[in-house]
């Protein structure tokens, strides 16, 4: 492979670039008034951990790894779409655990039924061992950016 048509850093970028446009073009999405791909993925996310746990701000902070200001925003548009409450909790109110409303349960079906087509499609003829191998490559690159960060 020559050095020069190896950027990983475009290559990623244009990866995310395609499945955002894969995820957003989903008829179920296209259907749902201002759910962006983000709050599609924050959303089924908070679906499967709201049922085993109280869920906050800074566990969609962790898991997305992004910054504070930026979940604030996300959650703070998804509670006004009436997907989301937020409700201090009784032993300390600076805590505010997220609850799922009933339309976030629906959308939420909607939304993990698309997932899992895109989640095959992107695997599709990809055999377990090359997945494996890119997953140790994905975290590889993961501890490098994150070592970037930490300096």
Known sequence: MEENKVIVARDIKCLSNLLRR???????????????????????????????????????EAVFEMRRSTASEILKLMEKNGLITRQPLESDARL?????????????RGVEKSFKET??????????????????????IKANLANMLAK
């Open 22 to 60: 894969v995820h957003c073009s989903s008829p179920f999405l296209k259907e749902c008034e201002n759910l962006t791909g983000m709050h599609s993925y924050v959303l089924g996310y908070l679906r499967r951990e709201c049922e085993k746990r109280d869920v906050f701000q800074k566990d969609v």
């Open 96 to 108: 505010k655990k997220i609850i799922l409303t009933d339309k976030a349960m629906e959308v939420s």
């Open 119 to 140: 989640e095959e499609k992107l695997k599709e003829g990809i055999t377990p061992e090359e997945l494996e191998n890119f997953y140790v490559v994905y975290d590889k």
